[in-house]
Nanobody, 124 residues
Framework: QVQLVESGGRLVQAGGSLRLSCAAS????????MAWFRQAPGKEREFVSG????????YYADSVKGRFTVSRDNAKNTVYLQMNSLKPEDTAVYYC?????????????????WGQGTQVTVSS
């Protein structure tokens, strides 16, 4: 079992930056592929970014490529999402997810564990 708790979401102006954190419980955190998804009101939950267990590979949605950076610290059981140059369309609830795939699946149903989400609001 893995429990995930996100933090760091808040209201920020367009062009600003935020760093989201996802703290995981469980001794096997380092073996999980981790990902960030987001869901805006009335929209489907979508993949934002993901990172393999060894942090050897990371992936990004086209909409955030070049602006967001995912990282992880296995010693701290934490995965991060650094978000720069934020836009109003980045407004959503951001979720952390953990899965056992060796790669980074883009589909939400490939992940076994989810956090409760953290709200990011970007004002124009």
């Amino acid at each position: 079992q893995v429990q995930l708790v996100e933090s760091g979401g808040r209201l920020v102006q367009a062009g600003g930056s935020l760093r989201l954190s996802c703290a995981a419980s469980g001794r096997t955190f380092s073996r999980y592929t981790m990902a960030w998804f987001r869901q805006a009101p009335g929209k489907e939950r979508e993949f934002v970014s993901g990172i393999t267990w060894s942090a050897g590979r990371s992936y990004y949605a086209d909409s955030v490529k070049g602006r967001f950076t995912v990282s992880r610290d296995n010693a701290k059981n934490t995965v991060y999402l650094q978000m720069n140059s934020l836009k109003p369309e980045d407004t959503a609830v951001y979720y952390c997810a953990a899965g056992t795939s060796a790669a980074v699946p883009l589909g939400r149903y490939s992940y076994d564990y989810w956090g409760q989400g953290t709200q990011v609001t970007v004002s124009s």
